[in-house]
């Protein structure tokens, strides 16, 4: 089944304690992101990948890491967590058809509480 | 700056009725257009995308969105709800390498029986 997995999908942590969520499609897809769903926000986007060894930061990269040294994974490492990343993670992957890329595929998220 | 603005914060109708969600944007090239659905504990599914071509399309579970440039909307509909489309409705807009992808805040709808 086509799909990307995210691991864990449910994590508490305490203030600075690294983490890393984990992230992997099995679509072959060039492009992945990682976003953040708050109440009354929507989805704001971390970082983005458009291919192995090419990340960007999107709105919100502050405190947040990534990687992309294979094409399957595209881990989020919260370096020293804060109470105020505590939000609901999606990755999501994308592959291009002609000229656009197409609609990104979700992961089913990762609940995190810092505390 | 892409922004995306879904008005309605929540919206209830019954389940037989019609169903219109408005989606406004704001993006200065030609811009690429989403809706997504959110089932409770689940992630984002793809409904529909508009990239070009015929302003009206159509996506999966019997929605349509109608492209209208000089109102710079995307509004979703669905002709007769079914109790299964309670969920939360994501608009977003995006240039064509979706780098910069802007989702809206999301409209919640709840089906009455």
């Known amino acids: 089944e086509a799909q990307v997995t995210q691991n864990p999908r449910y994590l508490i942590t305490v203030t600075g304690k690294k983490l890393t969520v984990t992230c992997s499609q099995n679509m072959n897809h060039e492009y992945m992101s990682w976003y953040r769903q708050d109440p009354g926000l929507g989805l704001r986007q971390i970082y983005y990948?458009?291919?192995?060894?090419?990340?960007d930061k999107g709105d919100v990269p502050e405190g947040y890491k990534v990687s992309r040294k294979e094409k399957r994974n595209f881990p989020l490492i919260l370096e020293s967590p804060s109470p105020n990343q505590t939000s609901l993670y999606f990755c999501?992957?994308?592959?291009?058809?002609?000229?656009?890329?197409?609609?990104?595929?979700f992961g089913s998220g990762t609940r995190l509480t810092v505390v | 700056a892409q922004s995306v603005t879904q008005p309605d914060i929540h919206i209830t109708v019954s389940e037989g009725a019609s169903l219109e969600l408005r989606c406004n944007y704001s993006?200065?090239?030609?811009?690429?257009l989403f809706w997504y659905v959110q089932s409770p504990g689940q992630g984002l599914q793809l409904l529909l995308k508009y990239f070009s071509g015929d302003t009206l399309v159509q996506g999966i579970k019997g929605f349509e969105a109608e492209f209208k440039r000089s109102q710079s909307s995307f509004n979703l509909r669905k002709p007769s709800v079914h109790w299964s489309d309670a969920a939360e409705y994501f608009c977003a807009v995006g240039p064509y390498n979706n780098n910069d992808m802007r989702f809206g805040a999301g409209t919640r709808l709840t089906v009455k029986p």
């Open positions: 999501a992957s994308s592959y291009r058809a002609g000229r656009a890329v197409q609609g990104y595929t």
């Open positions: 993006y200065g090239a030609t811009p690429y």
């Open positions: 990948s458009m291919n192995v060894e090419v990340t």
